[in-house]
Nanobody, 121 residues
Framework: QVQPVESGGGLVQPGGSLRLSCAASGRVFRRNPMGWYRQAPGKVREYVAAISNDGSTNYADFVKGRFTISRDNDQNTVSLEMNNLNPGDTAVYLC???????????????WGRGTQVTVSS
């Protein structure tokens, strides 16, 4: 089964920015809303943001005003622009397809490996 491929993570200082990218060419990813999730060590995976095929968005409260999700349907990519990062944002970030941007508790596709984001001074 096709898996998304996440990239763009790294080490950044508090207050810094990163832009993550998700390449997802499988049919389930092309035809459905897409979302970003994250999983910190010892914690459950949590929802971050979602975007529909027409560009409607939904964000978790803890990222509102700091993160921006976007997608390029021609390139089959979904991006997450992250600003004003803090140590609490440290996690592996993953993307997946969703039933809709408000139904975030389950996903439609396979999980990729994710990309590690570490926020530390």
């Amino acid at each position: 089964q096709v898996q998304p491929v996440e990239s763009g993570g790294g080490l950044v200082q508090p207050g810094g920015s990163l832009r993550l990218s998700c390449a997802a060419s499988g049919r389930v990813f092309r035809r459905n809303p897409m979302g970003w999730y994250r999983q910190a060590p010892g914690k459950v995976r949590e929802y971050v943001a979602a975007i529909s095929n027409d560009g409607s968005t939904n964000y978790a409260d803890f990222v509102k005003g700091r993160f921006t999700i976007s997608r390029d349907n021609d390139q089959n990519t979904v991006s997450l622009e992250m600003n004003n990062l803090n140590p609490g944002d440290t996690a592996v970030y993953l993307c997946n397809a969703l039933p809709d941007i408000w139904t975030t508790s389950w996903v439609l596709g396979s999980w990729g490996r994710g990309t590690q984001v570490t926020v530390s001074s």
